[in-house]
């Protein structure tokens, strides 16, 4: 929603952020920034985090949940399993570089035409309907 904050609020308890929070945050909004949220506590607002690509959209507080929700259901309404391997290879594209993606991505398309999901939403798509997903 438009009033959620982001931060590292980590060193008010005496710790850095973990779980990759020094890693991941410096590649998202740069060092300088990165740096200041760590040390001082400074929080984003919806608005930075959105330019900064933290968050793909902001909603009013009212409208937020039902949006979200929405989001959600078409993303639950797909294979499952071509769900969890987007989420891997983007997630690997963040850690790896080009080339080794690129590879990724290429052993999990093919690794995917193995699946019946895929059988089923090509069939699907070549008569024109939903598919039924089996996320097998």
């Known amino acids: ?23 991941r945050l410096i590649r998202a909004v740069g060092k300088s920034l990165a740096m200041v949220m ?16 933290l968050v793909s959209r902001v909603y009013p507080l ?4 039902d949006r979200t929700l929405k989001i959600a259901q078409k993303i639950a309404s797909k294979s499952q399993i071509a769900i969890r391997a987007v989420k891997e290879a983007v997630n690997k594209a963040d ?3 080009l080339q080794e993606g690129l590879d990724f991505e290429k052993r999990t398309f093919h690794m995917l035409f193995g699946t019946e999901d ?3 939403g ?12 089996k996320n097998r």
């Open 118 to 120: 895929q059988k089923e």
């Open 95 to 97: 850690e790896l570089g």
């Open 122 to 133: 090509m069939k699907a798509f070549i008569e024109k309907r939903a598919p039924e997903w």
């Open 38 to 53: 760590c040390l001082t506590d400074r929080r984003l607002s919806a608005e930075e985090a959105l330019q900064f690509g």
């Open 62 to 65: 009212e409208e937020y949940l």
């Open 1 to 23: 929603s438009e009033t959620a904050k982001f931060g590292q609020p980590e060193i008010n308890l005496g710790i850095i952020p973990g779980a990759g929070g020094t890693q």
